[in-house]
């Protein structure tokens, strides 16, 4: 949440709580389901570090702590051709679908070239 907020911000001392004041402190259950997402992002880095080989780039840009749908991961990738890309990308979701931890903590997959 504060990740939004610029690090430079001048704030304006009228009686008003800064915005980082205001953020709800987390539950021992809501921390535990954020680290879940978290154990997740970095075991589908390693899928697709296998699918796709090494230099994958990731950024989760959205997180939940419940629901169907955990997570936003963004997974920038090595890319030759159209053909293969499709070939490595059945095979990482295919790895996801058989792995425990994916399966238990659904994410949504944003796979892109990485312009490195």
Request: net charge neutral; no cysteine; hydrophobic share 45%.
């Amino acid at each position: 949440m504060t990740a939004f907020l610029p690090t430079n911000a001048v704030w304006k001392e009228d009686n008003r709580p800064h915005p980082a004041q205001l953020e709800r402190s987390l539950l021992q259950e809501e921390r535990i389901q954020r680290w879940e997402v978290r154990a997740a992002q970095w075991r589908a880095r390693e899928l697709a570090e296998a699918a796709f080989g090494v230099g994958v780039h990731m950024s989760l840009v959205s997180l939940r702590h419940r629901g169907s749908l955990r997570g936003l991961l963004r997974l920038d990738v090595h890319f030759e051709d159209l053909e293969s890309h499709l070939d490595r990308e059945a095979s990482f979701m295919a790895a996801v679908q058989r792995d425990p931890l994916l399966t238990r903590v659904p994410l949504l997959y944003v796979i892109g070239p990485n312009e490195v």
